[in-house]
């Protein structure tokens, strides 16, 4: 009788051994499959850092890369099917990006995205308000420029603090609105470069800036990348609609100043 169980035992842990060996090989050409998945998705789908362009008047700014971190990206799918979802990058930066340029204008975003930016220079706060509502039927975003007096009167009539960016000429005008926006926003003009540079702050200068005839003016200078600043008007105001129409006819996404120079 004990010989019985003595092989009965030896037979149950020999099929035990069996399954778990199987299990053991299943497991382990599930997850060379899986590498193998991962680094082909890799090869299709890293690219490097599009670089930039530094002119007389400040940078255009570099489109980053990514690259897929593969080991991360295997430990999240590990004994499991490849899933795009829980695949992990690794950012690839130019070397004109806004982080490590603080001491040169902005002039630009990249040359490579379909991207532009709209920013409201908001004087009087008679129309912006009025333009924010026509971006909103038109279901884009408008970005407004304003000095800290205004920011006070008008915080609470905005609802995206991210797209509001400074135009000041003092230090102290800065640091208020440090303290209203912390040091999230850029700063616009002339003669902010080195006191924005202090506060960890990117400077943007202007280089298009309309008055009026909104429409007719934006066709001359509509390109990828491009910062068009659009004065407080009754007339610019009229023509808004049309002027985000046509610009999303030609092709081109208006987007918030933050995603153009990400």
Known sequence: MKSYYKYFLILIFSLFGFFYINKIIDYSEKNNVLLVSINKYATSFDYKCREGSITEDGIILGLSGLKVNVDRSY??????????????????????????????????GNDYLNNVSLVIDADNTKYYRKMLKVSDNN???????????????????????????FKGNSKKELNNFIGLLHNEFYC?????????????????????????????NTKKILDKGVIIFIKETNSNLNELSSTIKYIKSRGYNIVSIDELLS
Not at 78 to 91: A, V
Not at 141 to 164: A, G, P, Q, R
Not at 196 to 204: H, P
């Open 75 to 108: 430990n999240n799918m590990k004994g499991s099917l490849f899933n795009e979802r829980l695949i992990e990058y690794d950012k690839n930066d130019c070397i004109l990006n806004k982080e490590n340029n603080l001491d040169k204008y902005i002039i630009k």
């Open 139 to 165: 279901n884009i975003e408008l970005n407004i420029l304003m000095n800290y007096n205004t920011l006070v009167s008008e915080l609470n009539n905005i609802e995206n603090h991210n797209n509001i960016l």
């Open 188 to 216: 616009v003009g002339d003669n902010v470069l080195e006191m924005c540079k202090n506060k960890k702050i990117n400077s943007i200068k202007i280089i298009n800036y309309i008055s009026n005839d909104l429409l007719s």
